[in-house]
């Protein structure tokens, strides 16, 4: 697979075996990407999915939209900046972040997104939906420690797993 990528001028490798992509395979993989998060918004605002929901049914549109299509999509959200985890469309200047852990202890910050990463963990996105937390809200920082994650949002004191201390990013 390599090598036919290679052959396609769509990634180089270097002295060291090292992949890189190439501008045209970074052209092709941004439209890839924007593909999948213009349906993930479509999805959203136009079809009523939950925003927690929409990754798998993206991974399956993203193959099959044409240019026009995406066109289409695109005019019809009027071009939208993010996808519904709050991360940007390719070319568009992502907003300062940082990690939940990194908020002090009683400060608050507006939740920007969820890393593309953590979309593919089985049941993470709607656990975070399910505890109020997705991008948009504001966030306090409750108290912070090895195995213990606690905030408050709307006044609402909740204990979340500590592993999104990492995995969900705030505005810096």
Known sequence: MVHRLEREGLIALDDRKEVHLTKSGKRHADSIVRRHRLAERFLVEVLGFEWWKTHEEAERLEHAMSPEMEQRIQNVLG????????????????????????????????????????????????????????????????????????VSIGGATRSLRPDCGQKVWMAA
């Open 79 to 150: 071009d939208p900046q993010t996808c519904p985890h709050g991360n940007p469309m390719p070319g568009v200047t992502g907003r300062p972040t940082k990690p939940l852990e990194r908020v002090a202890s009683g400060a608050t910050a507006i939740l920007e997104r969820i890393p593309d990463q953590f979309e593919h963990e089985p049941g993470f996105l709607e656990y975070l939906d399910s505890q109020g937390v997705r991008p948009g809200v504001v966030v306090e920082l409750v108290e912070r420690g090895p195995t213990l994650l606690r």
